[in-house]
């Protein structure tokens, strides 16, 4: 019998045993595209692995419709069915609907053109969360000052 109080949820740390900071990435091969592998990597090691896509939405000032789709997969009436826990980070849900339908993307299936999109929507979210993003993030738009003349070279 252990000690009361003792256990993994009381914060108590065991040398050599489960340590669950480190448990949303152990035994998992990552396949998430590289430009969104380092957007979200603070992110995910803050939130313990978890996917709070309505927060990221939320703090970027987004709505899911802003998402970008991948054409193969978006049901024939129009609406996407994609895992955003699997594109971003780890999905670990067993009874996934997205996955039963075939929504776990293949590495493949991500393009350099879809993920430059998935950054242009979340990371300013992200950013604003407390993650790394992506550096430099999406490209600034200089705001035109009325009046204002271009500067000569």
Known sequence: MGTPGGG??????RPGGYDPRDSWHSNWTDERHPK???MMATYLDRTNGRVHLA???GAAGKKQTDLPTLPQYVHPNGRPFLCW?????????R??????QGGHP????????FADKVIDTLNKGILTLGGTGTPGGPPSKKQKVA???????
């Open 36 to 38: 969104i592998k380092t």
């Open 8 to 13: 993994y949820g009381m914060g108590q740390y």
């Open 55 to 57: 927060e990221i939405l």
């Open 85 to 93: 826990t699997n594109v971003l980070g780890r999905c670990t849900y």
């Open 106 to 113: 293949n590495p493949k299936d991500i393009t350099d053109d």
């Open 95 to 100: 009874e996934c609907r997205f996955h039963q």
């Open 147 to 153: 009046g204002e003349e271009p500067q000569p070279l």
